[in-house]
Nanobody, 117 residues
């Protein structure tokens, strides 16, 4: 069983930055397909895809965060990051990381991001 542990959430003012981390509890680099995703869920709203990165390093982002958020990986650490810049109050949500290695998948526990105006 793989556990995903998230960190880095908190309170930040609009226009500020925050960096979220998501670390897998064991080595997942042996898998040929390792896809990471970041999702978020605001109160009263459905969980939505923020972006992701594939095994090949290809990233994708929701239009709402494109140009402001960046997903990166540190493969030796089995960790994915979400760098969030120019934060807006509407970015306030619980953020979840997601790991898909085809044979199984896992979700992080979620971390709260609150952006004040």
């Amino acid at each position: 069983q793989v556990q995903l542990v998230e960190s880095g959430g908190g309170l930040v003012q609009a226009g500020g930055s925050l960096r979220l981390s998501c670390a897998a509890s064991r080595n997942i680099r042996s898998f040929k397909t390792v896809n990471w995703g970041w999702y978020r869920q605001a109160p009263g709203k459905q969980r939505e895809l923020v972006g992701g990165v594939t095994s090949g390093g290809v990233t994708n982002y929701a239009d709402s965060v494109k140009g402001r958020f960046t997903i990166s990986r540190d493969n030796p650490k089995n960790t994915v990051y979400l760098q969030m810049n120019s934060l807006k109050p509407e970015d306030t949500a619980v953020y979840y990381c997601y790991l898909d290695v085809m044979t199984y998948s896992a979700w992080g526990q979620g971390t709260q991001v609150t952006v004040s105006s």
